[in-house]
């Protein structure tokens, strides 16, 4: 009857570098979670219990900065976001219905953004 290690906290995915929006892999609850992706790694501390799909602020977005995932503007904070707070509909409006006629209609990816 040994102690139980304590468990791994949850992970979210950062896509792009120039993101402050990174996507749980997984349901976080208040408290630690781990950052991957192109910019390295890092830790940061969720705000609130966030669903597993949905994304998490890696850095404060103040009041009308752009929500920036997939190193594209999605959309505009409608109120100042911290660090860890979940972003959603609630504290940003989208900008992606603005570019929709640039998403390819079967993999919505951008065609209007040039790959290197």
């Given at each position: 009857?040994?102690?139980?290690?304590?468990?791994?906290?949850?992970?979210?995915?950062?896509?792009?570098?120039?993101?402050?929006?990174?996507?749980?892999?997984?349901?976080?609850?208040?408290?630690?979670?781990?950052?991957?992706?192109?910019?390295?790694?890092?830790?940061?501390?969720?705000?609130?219990?966030?669903?597993?799909?949905?994304?998490?602020?890696?850095a404060t977005i103040a009041?009308?900065?752009?929500?920036?995932?997939?190193?594209?503007?999605?959309?505009?904070?409608?109120?100042?976001?911290?660090?860890?707070?979940?972003?959603?509909?609630?504290?940003?409006?989208?900008?992606l219905d603005e570019r929709?006629?640039?998403?390819?209609?079967?993999?919505?990816?951008?065609?209007?953004?040039?790959?290197?």
């Open positions: 009857m040994g102690s139980h290690p304590a468990a791994s906290p949850p992970v979210a995915f950062q896509i792009n570098a120039a993101d402050n929006v990174a996507t749980l892999l997984e349901p976080a609850m208040p408290g630690p979670v781990v950052v991957r992706g192109s910019a390295g790694e890092k830790q940061i501390v969720a705000e609130q219990a966030i669903e597993h799909g949905h994304k998490i602020a890696i009041p009308g900065e752009s929500i920036i995932k997939f190193g594209v503007v999605i959309g505009a904070a409608t109120r100042a976001i911290q660090q860890g707070e979940w972003v959603h509909l609630h504290n940003c409006s989208s900008r929709s006629n640039a998403f390819d209609v079967r993999t919505g990816v951008p065609e209007d953004v040039t790959y290197e």
